[in-house]
């Protein structure tokens, strides 16, 4: 028997073929059930162990005394003093790492504006390396429990219902500013045609824990290092690379 001059087996078997081909196809994070390691926070693409260890990456935060301590204490003063009412009004909003609010710190910027509904993959994958970029700071940060600016000065911060976790939670380095920088170093690649306006605003996104009065100067440097180095792990991970491809098509179909 043929089916369309071709015999039938050879049919059932390119059928069969083209079936396991489509289901093979690689599984984003759309695909899975990904739990949430902390209310509203999703797991992470990275194992604990897999993580870079910010204990051995950043040096220590600066002695009392020096230089760099000098200039934490002159940033540190300039901020409490500054007058720009809608620069406070941006690090407030920075602040805020819940989501959806999270990704409008990126949005005022770019072309294609990012939400669960219009950009899935592109939302996950700002979701998950959250998780990443933000725990990579918590060796170094358990290790120091270095008291945060508010804490030294007495000066308001622009998150006062936070302050009682926050004075728990060492300062060196700055999680927020991990997270800020890598999600700036993601999307740089994911737009690269406005890759500097993107990464101006993740270094403003970290500088806004400075304007807060909740980072020193110094964490917030340190923090940026340890954003890269979550990102340049991240690009060894299968899952993230997924659904980063995915993200990409995601974004070149809206354009």
Not at 49 to 64: A, G, H, Q, R, T
Not at 65 to 84: N, T
């Amino acid at each position: 028997m043929r089916f369309n001059g071709k015999p039938l087996f050879g049919a059932l078997l390119l059928a069969l073929f083209l079936i396991l081909s489509g289901s093979c196809k690689p599984l984003t994070s759309l695909d899975k059930e990904i739990q949430e390691v902390r209310p509203g926070i999703l797991e992470g693409y990275l194992a604990m162990d897999e993580m870079p260890n910010s204990l051995f990456i950043v040096p220590p935060p600066p002695e009392e005394g020096s230089a760099a301590w000098k200039l934490d204490m002159e940033k540190a003063a300039y901020y409490v003093a500054l007058e720009d009412e809608s620069r406070k009004q941006q690090a407030a909003r920075d602040a805020d790492l819940h989501f959806p609010e999270a990704v409008e710190a990126f949005n005022g910027i770019l072309k294609v504006k990012i939400s669960e509904e219009s950009t899935p993959h592109v939302y996950m994958v700002l979701r998950r390396s959250l998780a990443d970029a933000g725990l990579s700071t918590y060796s170094a940060k358990n290790h120091y429990q270095r008291p945060r600016p508010f804490m030294v000065n007495g000066a308001p911060t622009c998150s006062p219902e936070d302050e009682e976790y926050l004075r728990k939670d060492g300062s060196y380095p700055s999680g927020h500013t991990a997270i800020g920088w890598a999600w700036a170093l993601i999307l740089s690649e994911l737009f690269p045609d406005q890759a500097n306006v993107i990464l101006e605003r993740g270094k403003q996104y970290g500088i806004s824990r400075n304007v807060c009065n909740v980072h020193w100067h110094s964490d917030v440097v340190s923090g940026r290092m340890m954003g890269a180095a979550a990102v340049a792990r991240l690009h060894a991970n299968e899952n993230f690379l997924v659904d980063m491809a995915a993200a990409k098509k995601e974004i070149a179909l809206l354009k």
